[in-house]
């Protein structure tokens, strides 16, 4: 087969074995180097104005320069920390399916961090809201997706209901219930393949305006946030009616009313956990965990 050789004298150090290609030194006010990240976490947590925490020292961040791929830190005693806010478009390529109702395939990821919000600690009392305008980050990988309203009577009001203990959710619900059992979905993913929280990501659509090899209608896509995917997807889709099952038993046994951390609030959520209802998420979840228990499709 033959044999490749480089002119570098530690080839080995440029190998990025988790992550982006493309890395960010991190450096202090003197331009000592403190440490390095890849494209996506640098543009998450180390944008300008982030307060970014480091071998257990708090930085600010002053500057982020995509062509140098230099992100410089200043020391900071900040009395709030910060959160990013970002856009994430899906753009599906082929789809194979799975389990019935179930389909995996290579997707395109588009997202961008349009910008950060300041909370107090303790608080959480939000102290500003600023939008930045940062490079847009692309890349294949890999997602699961299904149509969790399929099964379900949506309507367009309340007062539309016909039958009071028939199943159904509002067209107003819908957004957030599917918001809410991604977020569900993806703290679950976990304890069903090989992989950390982070590694993970999702989305979710109302409706998707892309044509898909599946139904369509109201979407929920977890993939993997790695480019060219690293199996997670796959996996789950695999043991979806585990995954479900698992997100349905959260549901219901959490002693929370509107959503916790242990349920439906997420730590990655690019709009800062806006927009969830935690009941509508469970009649999601109950409809589908029904259906692959009764072997009935989806």
């Known amino acids: 087969y033959g044999r490749l050789y480089s002119t570098l004298r530690n ?12 890395s960010f030194s991190l450096r202090d006010n003197s331009g000592k180097l403190l440490g390095t ?27 982020l320069d995509p062509e140098r791929r ?5 020391p900071g005693l900040e009395d709030y920390y910060t959160q990013p806010r970002a856009e994430t478009e899906i753009e599906v390529l082929q789809g194979e399916e799975i389990l019935e109702g179930v389909w ?15 909370k107090r600690f303790i608080t959480e009392t939000v102290l500003e809201e600023v939008a ?23 309507l367009p ?17 819908v957004p957030a219930a599917l918001h809410a059992l991604e977020h569900t979905l993806i703290g679950l993913l976990p304890l069903f393949v090989l992989a950390e929280r982070q ?19 109201p979407t929920i896509f977890i993939y993997d946030g790695y480019p060219g995917g690293v199996g997670y997807a796959r996996a789950a889709a695999r043991q979806f009616s585990r995954w479900i099952a698992a997100a349905r038993d959260l549901l219901q046994r959490c002693p929370c009313e509107e959503g916790c951390p242990r349920c439906i609030l997420s730590p990655k959520c690019g709009n800062g956990n806006q927009y969830l209802d935690k009941q509508a998420a469970l009649l999601l979840a109950e409809s589908l965990s029904a259906h692959y228990r009764s072997g009935k499709p989806n």
């Not at 080995?12 to 290609?21: D, E, W, Y």
């Not at 395939?105 to 997202?111: F, K």
């Not at 590694?199 to 209608?217: A, C, E, H, K």
């Open 11 to 22: 080839p080995h150090q440029a190998l990025v074995l988790r992550g982006f290609g493309k």
């Open 37 to 63: 990240l890849d494209e996506r976490q640098a543009y998450w947590e180390a944008h300008p104005g982030a307060v970014y925490l480091h071998q257990g020292e708090t930085y600010l961040v002053r500057n």
């Open 70 to 74: 230099e992100i410089v830190l200043l």
């Open 104 to 118: 995996v395939g290579p997707v395109v990821l588009r997202e961008r961090v349009t910008g950060y919000v300041k």
């Open 132 to 154: 930045l305008l940062m490079p847009e980050l692309t890349f294949q990988t890999e997602a699961v997706w299904f149509h969790p309203c399929e099964g379900l009577v949506v």
């Open 157 to 173: 009001t309340l007062e539309e209901a016909r039958q009071p203990d028939q199943t159904f959710l509002t067209e107003a619900q």
């Open 199 to 217: 590694d993970i990501g999702g989305v979710s659509y109302p409706f998707y305006p892309r044509p898909l090899p599946s139904r369509g209608g």
